[in-house]
């Protein structure tokens, strides 16, 4: 089956820790996504990555980092200096050219306490 | 920056009643794309919409696009338990194909 896993689906962690979500997408698709939501709020764009190794800031990037070193693979870093991570973490991936719809893992619920 | 507002935030409704969610943006942009949300899931595609005027349906759920494309609607007739969730607009930016997000508009059926 072709789709965007996303691991784990509940992550807890201390204040003052890295914490890297996981993204793999099977689809073949060049443009990949993170977002941010929190509760009863739309999606924040944090990173994007339209082909491999090479990445751009969304709207909210202070405090995250990624990498795309494989076109399948798009991981997350929520660092501490990140003020508020505690939110729900979506990744998605598309195709590029024409606008393309995205297509959504399951997320990533974040809580740090 | 281009911005995207979306209403209502809330609509609740009795089963069988409609529901409608709008989208406005201050610019003329070139596509939309409507997305569904599930409580505790994941936001799903549902169409998106290119031409100046558009009209798209898919069974109880109606779609338009603004004749100068800067603003859109969903109309759901006759809510269904199965439609609960969140809806949301997104337009497609000319340059770099990122997607701006509305709001969201949750809809709750009444028990």
């Known amino acids: 089956d072709g789709g965007i896993t996303q691991s784990p689906k509940y992550l807890f962690r201390k204040e003052g820790q890295n914490v890297t979500l996981s993204c793999e997408q099977n689809l073949n698709h060049d443009a990949m996504y993170w977002y941010r939501q929190d509760p009863g709020q739309g999606l924040r764009l944090i990173y994007y990555s339209q082909i491999v190794n090479d990445f751009q800031k969304g709207d909210i990037a202070e405090g995250y980092s990624v990498s795309r070193e494989k076109k399948e693979s798009f991981p997350l870093t929520v660092t501490s200096a990140q003020k508020n991570p505690t939110a729900f973490y979506l990744c998605?991936?598309?195709?590029?050219?024409?606008?393309?719809?995205?297509?959504f893992g399951p997320g990533t619920r974040l809580t740090v306490t | 920056g281009q911005q995207v507002m979306q209403i209502p935030q809330y609509q609740h409704v009795q089963e069988g009643e409609d529901f409608t969610t709008y989208c406005n943006s201050s610019t003329t942009l070139s596509n939309i794309q409507w997305y569904k949300q599930r409580p505790g899931g994941h936001p799903v595609f549902l169409i998106q919409?290119?031409?100046s005027g558009e009209v798209k349906k898919q069974k109880r759920l109606t779609f338009q696009f603004g004749e100068a494309k800067k603003n859109s609607s969903l109309h759901i007739t006759a809510t269904q338990t199965t439609d609960v969730g969140t809806y949301f607009c997104?337009?497609?930016?000319?340059?770099?194909?990122?997607?701006?997000w509305g709001a969201g508009t949750k809809l709750i059926i009444k028990p």
């Open positions: 997104a337009w497609v930016t000319d340059s770099n194909y990122q997607l701006i």
């Open positions: 998605a991936s598309s195709s590029t050219g024409v606008a393309y719809e995205q297509y």
């Open positions: 919409l290119v031409k």
